[in-house]
């Protein structure tokens, strides 16, 4: 119904912004990754919407990017994940590391992230799986993620701590042009060792 939004940012609280468009103010609900980035911005900005309509009220979902929007529909698609739930894991995980994880059924990755128990995990793999494979290539940056998931996970089945291993690799990978999960695992671990 309502596509996407521009306008100037009139004010900001704790999980929403609002939209100032042509003297009317849109209260947005938005994850923390768009506050952030909406924090210094001056002028207009844009930002694509869901509308979530209730029989008590109607709310504005908003996301810097169609890939996230993208994602937040098919999160909101599982059983028993609502629109807050929704915003709330992909306030806490990198939208390509989320992809991956729901690929590669990883529950251990998707269970820390607060708000998403056992049961949940379960069901964004069985019912997102096939679906995010289909659209995949049209997440920036897949085929390197997906590599570098690999080598972190092959880091710390090694016993690094997993931050520690992330960082790691994805300082490497920038520096690579066509890594393989073999190159990446032995630049971190040199990487680490410094």
């Not at 929704?86 to 990198?94: D, E, G, H, T």
């Not at 049961?119 to 085929?143: C, H, Q, T, V, W």
């Amino acid at each position: 119904m309502i596509s996407h939004i521009c306008g100037e940012v009139a004010h900001q609280g704790e999980g929403f912004i609002v939209i100032d468009v042509g003297g009317i103010g849109y209260h947005v609900n938005v994850g923390k990754p768009t506050l952030q980035e909406l924090a210094d911005k001056k002028g207009k900005v844009k930002l694509f919407t869901y509308l979530n309509v209730r029989e008590d009220a109607l709310t504005l979902y908003g996301f810097t990017s169609e890939n996230e929007l993208e994602m937040f529909k098919l999160l909101i698609s599982v059983t028993r994940i609502g629109p807050q739930t929704a915003l709330n894991i992909m306030s806490q995980i990198r939208l390509e590391e989320l992809a991956v994880a729901i690929i590669h059924e990883d529950e251990k990755v998707l269970t820390r992230i607060s708000g998403v128990g056992q049961k949940n995990a379960k069901r964004l793999i069985l019912e997102l799986r096939d679906k995010i494979k289909k659209k995949m290539e049209s997440f920036k940056g897949y085929p390197q993620s997906s590599i570098n998931y690999d080598a972190v996970s092959a880091l710390t089945a090694l016993g690094f701590p997993e931050k520690r291993a992330q960082e790691a690799v994805e300082a490497v990978s920038q520096r690579m042009k066509e890594p393989t999960v073999e190159a990446l695992i032995k630049a971190a671990l040199l990487k680490i060792k410094e």
